[in-house]
């Protein structure tokens, strides 16, 4: 099973970062993929989750009409464009997949996930 980040970077306040969870090893199909942040000296924090297969997706109230989530289950793939992008921003994001039809909800509410990602770095400069 394996969650690979990818599209983190640097870039100035204002700009864009589009980032990609590639899944593999398990049905994409049946799981609730979440991003989540952790910027240093701070608790991991949840950004915004979607359960394709529902049809619902969340956002943290900090990132909503910024970030945008999505998903390509022909790639087994979920993506966050992120905009407007601000110096606090800054963190490692991690993607991460819980399973079942509560997927989402663990996800949100208890920040549990059945696999994670290795992480992938933004920087936003101000």
């Known amino acids: 099973v394996q969650l690979v980040e990818s599209g983190g970077g640097l870039v100035q306040a204002g700009g864009s970062l589009r980032l990609s969870c590639a899944a593999s090893?398990?049905?994409?199909?049946?799981?609730?993929i979440g991003w989540f942040r952790q910027a240093p000296g701070k608790e991991r924090e949840v950004v915004s989750g979607i359960s394709a297969s529902r049809g619902e997706l969340y956002y943290a109230d900090s990132v909503k009409g910024r970030f945008t989530i999505s998903s390509d289950n022909a790639k087994n793939t979920v993506y966050l464009q992120m905009s407007s992008l601000k110096p606090e921003d800054t963190a490692v994001y991690y993607c991460a997949a819980a399973a079942g039809s509560n997927g989402l909800i663990r996800l949100w509410l208890a920040r549990s996930a059945d696999y994670w990602g290795q992480g992938t770095q933004v920087t936003v400069s101000s």
């Open positions: 090893g398990f049905t994409f199909e049946d799981y609730a």
